[in-house]
């Protein structure tokens, strides 16, 4: 989980998968620089996948993990689920 140091999926690859680049929030607190690497830091501990790195306000979360809407359209996001467990979303 990335915090307030990732906030969309552009954020980790510029708006462009296929040639990505870091983009780092415009209003921070301190260098930009070292966003830059915090960011890059993460993606690291990820052993390189970004997909891994997840941006907690980013809108677009259920489009690419497992969700399921309530009636009253809660959204609830399956971020991961343990390889002896099955999908509580998707029960």
């Not at 997909?51 to 979360?61: Q, S």
């Not at 259920?62 to 996001?77: A, D, M, V």
């Not at 991961?80 to 029960?91: E, I, K, P, R, Y």
């Amino acid at each position: 989980m990335a915090g307030d140091l990732i906030y969309q999926f552009s954020n980790l690859d510029g708006g462009d998968e296929k040639d990505p680049y870091y983009h780092p929030i415009g209003i921070a607190n301190g260098s930009q620089e070292k966003l830059i690497f915090a960011m890059h830091d993460l993606v690291e501990a990820a052993n390189g996948d970004r997909t891994r790195v997840i941006p907690a306000h980013e809108a677009r979360l259920s489009e690419r993990f497992p969700t399921r809407e309530e009636s009253n359209g809660l959204k609830i996001i399956e971020l991961a689920v343990a390889d002896c467990h099955q999908s509580m979303v998707m029960a």
